[in-house]
């Protein structure tokens, strides 16, 4: 059976207490415990089951993984629940509610079958597409994404077959995008179509930054709005990239207002005003257009063009994958700390919580290691360098072929 990760560090229980100035009489009304119990808990004597570190953590006013020693670790499944607050019986009691129906597959029994790598009766993990549904479920009851779960899962239940979580729904232009496309002008046609060549550009662009690990992470919100024209003499602007598409094209004029109107009357489109800063001129107004899906999707209709594969969300993407092959290239020896690229290691370095406190817990795919230097009273941390854990070794033999696929220009490293 996996040793769970949260295992109650009583060291930190002690001090946070005092901290907030509560005393163990305090804590354990909060909890509706006795005061002897949360002495059992501060000497060491007792954990707290998973339901009960729910309890203490939301009497303290903090997370569970506050609580606990073992941040650094790769989770198991039985370490999401833990962390989770819940037990097998609550999670149990939770799919019978859930609507695939998982409830009537999984009892509290299969649970812990199922976390401590035993084999679970029944047909419910026979299918990669059953296991997945179970792990979307999971995932949300335990407030981490699906990949989390996944990763989770494999580590608990090596020799199953990976899960395969459901797909997105995303599909091909609809009929709908179809029919606005039909009953567009061949005006109108252009300055979308041009929008959209100008929205994949630019969308390539913040790609490649982003597996360069160069510049700030921006939004998509905030780098689709592709600016249309600078109110202000040219000789002093310059045109627009989008100015220049529709300039070739023969469709630069005074009548950009009223096409941007009509495509945004149809929802393909939404037009906004900022400011830009233009020497001498100071700071004068600036007209961005963005893109909607379905501008995206009507544009995809009228070229021709199927919907990109959705990646499935189990496996890296490119900028990830790409960082964690220079982590694996650089094996045995480890990556230098200052070498990884942009905030990589927030989603793929054990213990990161990439989308903030309340967030899914990164893949822990890597981490970090001291090197260290001298003997004795005089040794010291050199540095710290970066290496790929178990987990990290496992995802790429069972995908590397796939990644090959997707990711072709990436090479992809050989490991001992």
Same mark, same amino acid.
């Given at each position: 059976?996996?040793?769970?990760?949260?295992?109650?560090?009583?060291?930190?229980?002690?001090?946070?207490?005092?901290?907030?100035?509560?005393?163990?009489?305090?804590?354990?009304?909060?909890?509706?415990?006795?005061?002897?119990?949360?002495?059992?808990?501060?000497?060491?004597? *007792?954990?707290?089951?998973?339901?009960?570190?729910? +309890?203490?953590?939301?009497?303290?006013?903090?997370?569970?993984?506050?609580?606990?020693?073992?941040?650094?670790?790769?989770?198991?499944?039985?370490?999401?629940?833990?962390?989770?607050?819940?037990?097998?019986?609550?999670?149990?009691?939770?799919?019978?509610?859930?609507?695939?129906?998982?409830?009537?597959?999984?009892?509290?029994?299969?649970?812990?079958?199922?976390?401590?790598?035993?084999?679970?009766?029944?047909?419910?993990?026979?299918?990669?597409?059953?296991?997945?549904?179970?792990?979307?479920?999971?995932?949300?009851?335990?407030?981490?994404?699906?990949?989390?779960?996944?990763?989770?899962?494999?580590?608990?239940?090596? +020799?199953?077959?990976?899960?395969?979580?459901?797909?997105?729904?995303?599909?091909? @232009?609809?009929?709908?995008?179809?029919?606005?496309?039909?009953?567009?002008?061949?005006?109108?046609?252009?300055?979308?179509?041009?929008?959209?060549?100008?929205?994949?550009?630019?969308?390539?662009?913040?790609?490649?930054?982003?597996?360069?690990?160069?510049?700030?992470?921006?939004?998509?919100?905030?780098?689709?709005?592709?600016?249309?024209?600078?109110?202000?003499?040219?000789?002093?602007?310059?045109?627009?990239?989008?100015?220049?598409?529709?300039?070739?094209?023969?469709? *630069?004029?005074?009548?950009?207002?009223?096409?941007?109107?009509?495509?945004?009357?149809?929802?393909?489109?939404?037009?906004?005003? +900022?400011?830009?800063?233009?020497?001498?001129?100071?700071?004068?107004?600036?007209?961005?257009?963005?893109?909607?899906?379905?501008?995206?999707?009507?544009?995809?209709?009228?070229?021709?063009?199927?919907? @990109?594969?959705?990646? @499935?969300?189990?496996?890296?993407?490119?900028?990830?994958?790409?960082?964690?092959?220079?982590?694996?290239?650089?094996?045995?020896?480890?990556?230098?700390?200052?070498?990884?690229?942009?905030?990589?290691?927030f989603y793929l370095g054990t213990g990161y919580r990439p989308h903030g406190p309340r967030g899914g817990r990164s893949?822990?795919?890597?981490?970090?290691?001291?090197?260290?230097?001298?003997?004795?009273?005089?040794?010291?941390?050199?540095?710290?360098?970066?290496?790929?854990?178990?987990?990290?070794?496992?995802?790429?033999?069972?995908?590397?072929?796939?990644?090959?696929?997707?990711?072709?220009?990436?090479?992809?490293?050989?490991?001992?």
């Amino acid at each position: 059976m996996p040793q769970p990760v949260w295992k109650i560090d009583a060291t930190k229980l002690t001090r946070m207490r005092k901290e907030r100035g509560l005393s163990p009489e305090d804590v354990a009304g909060r909890m509706g415990v006795s005061s002897r119990m949360i002495h059992y808990y501060e000497t060491g004597v *007792h954990s707290p089951s998973a339901s009960r570190l729910g +309890d203490l953590a939301l009497a303290l006013g903090c997370t569970p993984e506050d609580l606990t020693g073992g941040s650094r670790r790769e989770p198991s499944l039985i370490d999401l629940r833990y962390a989770a607050g819940l037990t097998a019986a609550n999670v149990a009691a939770r799919l019978r509610g859930s609507p695939a129906g998982l409830g009537h597959f999984i009892d509290y029994r299969k649970i812990r079958d199922l976390e401590e790598g035993r084999k679970v009766a029944g047909k419910l993990l026979q299918d990669p597409e059953d296991s997945g549904l179970l792990v979307s479920a999971l995932a949300r009851m335990y407030g981490v994404p699906p990949q989390v779960l996944v990763d989770a899962w494999m580590r608990s239940r090596p +020799d199953d077959v990976t899960p395969k979580l459901p797909s997105s729904g995303r599909k091909r @232009p609809s009929a709908r995008a179809a029919e606005i496309w039909e009953g567009l002008s061949e005006r109108q046609r252009i300055y979308l179509t041009a929008c959209y060549q100008e929205d994949q550009v630019v969308e390539r662009q913040v790609t490649a930054a982003r597996a360069a690990g160069s510049g700030e992470r921006i939004p998509a919100a905030e780098w689709r709005k592709v600016p249309f024209t600078i109110k202000a003499d040219p000789e002093f602007t310059g045109y627009t990239a989008l100015q220049d598409r529709l300039r070739v094209l023969g469709e *630069h004029d005074a009548g950009a207002g009223q096409t941007f109107k009509a495509l945004a009357t149809r929802g393909l489109v939404v037009v906004s005003e +900022d400011q830009v800063e233009v020497f001498p001129l100071g700071f004068v107004p600036r007209i961005r257009v963005e893109l909607t899906r379905l501008g995206r999707a009507c544009a995809r209709a009228g070229l021709g063009e199927a919907l @990109p594969p959705r990646r @499935p969300a189990h496996l890296l993407s490119e900028w990830l994958w790409s960082s964690l092959m220079k982590v694996a290239s650089a094996e045995p020896d480890g990556l230098a700390e200052d070498d990884m690229w942009g905030k990589s290691k927030f989603y793929l370095g054990t213990g990161y919580r990439p989308h903030g406190p309340r967030g899914g817990r990164s893949r822990g795919l890597i981490d970090e290691f001291p090197v260290r230097e001298g003997e004795g009273e005089e040794a010291f941390v050199r540095e710290y360098r970066w290496r790929l854990t178990d987990a990290g070794r496992q995802h790429i033999a069972r995908h590397r072929d796939t990644y090959r696929g997707m990711y072709p220009n990436i090479p992809v490293a050989d490991l001992a």
